[in-house]
């Protein structure tokens, strides 16, 4: 059982989401006046909740800890499980490579920078990359693209497709004639068709959003990969309690890490820049503070250099911190035209 099953009326469903509770564990750890503070309700409200909670908690549970605690895995059988795992091309040689092949599935991916530096540009790729066909190297699936500025552009996005689709004809001429529904697939009104759409508008969409994810999900197994753009849009603008945005920011990164695990999929974060005074001066930072970097697997900065833009490796558990440079063209992403394969360099 989730929050949005409990038997509460629908406006205490709505606060307890909004507030960050989107799991019973969550909830089940509040106690009554914190939780009537974060809902603006009255204490004894608040315990009746606790109360439905707690036994929903139970219920849960009653298989014993056999139903949570499924059994240990070997680091060999995790190191296997790594070398075997998929990945999305980004569009970008360069940027592949320093990414130890591409975007991860099963894990987070935070990707920030300065507006105009391509952060929509590249989610759109990996949407459309996404479902590049297997018999030419891609993952032959489908994608969710959640869009909370508005800045996802159908028009580009049948350009990229088109740009995938030509690239797809000039490594594998044949792709056509060998398989049966080749000539289906390969048109961009295809690709377009298998990402589905989430416009967000509010905060507190985006809860429920992620939180319907789940269920999604569940009836669609064919997606591998959710592209949020941008994770930090609404909770910058509507928030004013900085530990509630934490509380409800790290919860929402929780359920997005279990559900990269769970459905062997990418979770792709884009994210905005801020200013950070250090060290006497103003540098730029990406957004939503230091313990927000905690949540993801990998993260990438784009930055301009001159007139090049350039991606940075900032985090990553086993790739060292290198920058390559990329071109964002009428195709979509690719290598920048002076690149050098050799040139990716730690800095």
């Known amino acids: 059982m989730e929050i949005a099953d409990l038997p509460i009326c629908t406006s205490h469903r709505a606060k307890l989401l909004a507030a960050g509770y989107s799991s019973l564990a969550a909830l089940s750890a509040a106690d009554p006046p914190r939780l009537a503070l974060d809902l603006n309700i009255e204490i004894p409200e608040a315990e009746d909740i606790l109360k439905i909670a707690v036994c929903a908690n139970k219920f849960k549970g009653a298989d014993g800890p056999s139903s949570v605690i499924k059994g240990a895995q070997n680091a060999w ?10 990945h999305i091309n980004t569009g970008s040689g360069d940027l592949n490579n320093i990414l130890g092949g591409g975007i991860h599935c099963k894990e987070v ?26 018999e030419c190297g891609g993952l032959g699936g489908k994608s969710v693209y959640i869009d909370t500025e508005g800045s ?7 350009q990229i497709a088109e740009g995938c689709i030509s690239d797809i004809l000039e490594y594998f001429p044949h792709y056509q004639n060998k398989a049966p529904s080749g000539q289906e697939k390969l ?16 905060y507190t969409e985006q809860i429920a959003v992620i939180n319907y994810l789940e269920k999604f999900l569940g009836e669609h197994k064919d997606v591998r990969i959710v592209i949020i753009d941008s994770v930090t849009f609404h909770f910058r603008q509507d928030f004013d309690d900085m530990a509630l945005r934490t509380r409800v920011l790290s919860g929402l990164s929780l359920k997005l890490m279990k559900l990269a695990k769970t459905y062997n999929l990418a979770v792709v974060l884009l994210n905005q820049v801020t200013t950070k005074f250090t060290e006497g001066s103003f540098q730029l930072t990406l957004a939503l503070g230091d313990s927000w970097s905690h949540s993801c697997t990998n993260r990438l900065i ?44 730690v800095m």
Do not use: H
């Open 77 to 86: 059988d995790m190191l296997s499980d790594e070398q075997s795992r998929k």
């Open 302 to 345: 784009l930055y301009w250099d001159g007139n090049l833009r350039y991606a940075y490796l900032d985090k990553s558990p086993s790739l060292p911190a290198v920058s390559a440079p990329y071109a964002v063209t009428g195709k979509g992403v690719r290598d920048a035209v002076s690149s050098n394969r050799k040139r990716a360099r």
């Open 187 to 202: 048109k961009p009104e295809s690709f377009l068709a298998d990402i589905y759409y989430f416009r967000i508008c509010s």
């Open 152 to 158: 996802f552009m159908v028009e580009r996005v049948y």
């Open 109 to 134: 991916t935070e990707i920030g920078g300065v507006p105009g530096i391509g952060k929509t540009q590249l989610g759109i790729q990996l949407a459309i990359n996404v479902q590049i066909p297997v």
